[in-house]
């Protein structure tokens, strides 16, 4: 069983359309995050929701918006695509442990979208 | 002051080699510091982690090394392998109660045969 789902894998879409990234995870966690990875391999956050809350909002465009219907459910809608919002888009989940500093991410495996 | 800075950029090692990336923050308050493996159209994948209060963890060739004055960590791949070949992050994550990991740049680790 997988255990942080996202689909679809691969996305390929014009300028100005809109589209989204559904992500799902079977690990009980309480936090999902939205991570974007560029042709550089960085890994930046974007958004974290812990038990369905937004509780980290990075600068990202307006036209980025997340919804997390549920805790195992993290999806991303991205409004008017640009070429720059070519990257490949991670979702991740993780549980918090009271008292405990680490928590480990689980990552999926990742969407890439291309923009044309 | 939220940056993690890691280096090489790129490694290549013979088999048989140890691999060494190094890694280093500025701020305090982070509590915890992972490493991910990724493969070539694969998410990343837990490693190894480190907490402040330990100077070192190993978990089979693989090893942390952690030095809190100087605020750097670095992993070491003893007996490197081409199955090793991946790009490597190091990773903070910014105190507790928080949920932010801030993610160095990558290394990307090829291990000839």
């Known amino acids: 069983d997988t255990a942080v789902s996202q689909t679809p894998k691969y996305l390929v879409t014009q300028m100005g359309n809109d589209k989204s990234i559904k992500c799902e995870q079977n690990l009980g966690h309480d936090t999902m995050y939205w991570y974007k990875q560029d042709s550089k391999k960085f890994l930046k956050i974007m958004f974290s929701?812990?038990?369905?809350?937004?509780?980290i909002n990075e600068t990202v465009p307006n036209r980025f918006s997340p919804k997390s219907p549920d805790k195992a459910h993290l999806n991303l809608h991205i409004n008017s695509l640009e070429l720059g919002d070519s990257a490949v888009y991670f979702c991740a989940s993780s549980q918090t442990k009271p008292n405990y500093s680490g928590n480990t991410i689980y990552f999926g495996e990742g969407s890439w979208l291309t923009v044309v | 002051q939220q940056q993690v800075k890691q280096s090489p950029q790129s490694l290549i090692v013979q088999k048989g080699g140890i691999s060494i990336i190094n890694c280093a923050y500025e701020?305090?308050?982070?509590?915890?510091f992972p490493w991910y493996q990724q493969f070539p159209g694969k998410g990343p994948a837990l490693l190894i982690a480190i907490r402040p209060d330990v100077s070192e963890k190993k978990e089979g060739r693989f090893t942390i090394s952690f030095n809190k004055s100087a605020k750097q960590f670095s992993l070491h791949i003893m007996d490197s392998q081409p199955g090793d070949s991946a790009t490597y992050f190091c990773a903070a994550k910014g105190g507790r109660g928080t949920y932010k990991y801030i993610f160095g740049t990558g290394t990307r680790l090829k291990v000839l045969a």
């Open positions: 701020n305090t308050a982070f509590d915890y």
């Open positions: 929701y812990n038990n369905k809350e937004l509780i």
